[in-house]
T-cell receptor, first 114, second 113 residues
Framework: EAGVAQSPRYKIIEKRQSVAFWCNPI?????LYWYQQILGQGPKLLIQ????????DSQLPKDRFSAERLKGVDSTLKIQPAKLEDSAVYLC????????????FGPGTRLTVL | QQQVKQSPQSLIVQKGGISIINCAYE??????FPWYQQFPGKGPALLIA?????SEKKEGRFTISFNKSAKQFSLHIMDSQPGDSATYFC????????????FGSGTKLNVKP
């Protein structure tokens, strides 16, 4: 079974530039998550989709971050404009549905904002 | 407000020793407690999980101990091996909350040969 795919794996940008990350969840997984993991910290949920609807985006900085999940499969997370403090690893995860379900994580995208 | 507090931040253990990582939570509505293991450059992967209807769960060398009254749970790694060197995260979630996980801050384990 293929895991969660993410691209790119690494990205370096200047502050105020824009960047986008892509995630392809495990086939059949209805729930998709985007996390931000700052160095030395645990993952922090940014946004959660159930199929193509948002169920939680309470910690998403909506003035600069946006995410979409078209057709309930792939998802993109965008930052515009980026700030220095956005430097982190952005993890995508998916799970079968809600309830007690394991979240499967992708390898992440390491973003460096200079 | 940090929902799940994890300690220690780092841990060094000799090969064959026992590694113990502790977590505490405040929200009594939490009812699912997974532990994730993360190697450098990889995403976290589920190691073991427990629900509060049991006080202990064991899978191989890994054991979760759960104390509902104290709102604490811990991960014990018996016979620790160098291959166990990784960062460990505890997490908590509650039913009917769309499987939202609250992660601890992580413990970096180094098992010395």
């Amino acid at each position: 079974e293929a895991g969660v795919a993410q691209s790119p794996r690494y990205k370096i940008i200047e502050k105020r530039q824009s960047v986008a990350f892509w995630c392809n969840p495990i086939s059949g997984h209805a729930t998709l998550y985007w996390y931000q993991q700052i160095l030395g910290q645990g993952p922090k949920l940014l946004i959660q989709f159930q199929n193509n609807g948002v169920v939680d985006d309470s910690q998403l900085p909506k003035d600069r971050f946006s995410a979409e999940r078209l057709k309930g499969v792939d998802s993109t997370l965008k930052i515009q404009p980026a700030k220095l403090e956005d430097s982190a690893v952005y993890l995508c995860a998916s799970s079968l549905a809600t309830g007690y379900n394991e979240q499967f994580f992708g390898p992440g995208t390491r973003l460096t904002v200079l | 407000q940090q929902q799940v507090k994890q300690s220690p931040q780092s841990l060094i253990v000799q090969k064959g020793g026992i590694s113990i990582i502790n977590c505490a939570y405040e929200n009594t509505a939490f009812d699912y407690f997974p532990w994730y293991q993360q190697f450098p450059g990889k995403g976290p992967a589920l190691l073991i999980a427990i629900r509060p209807d049991v006080s202990e769960k064991k899978e191989g060398r890994f054991t979760i101990s759960f104390n509902k009254s104290a709102k604490q749970f811990s991960l014990h790694i018996m016979d620790s091996q160098p291959g166990d060197s990784a960062t460990y995260f505890c997490a908590a979630s509650k039913e009917n909350n769309f499987n939202k996980f609250y992660f601890g801050s992580g413990t970096k384990l180094n098992v010395k040969p």
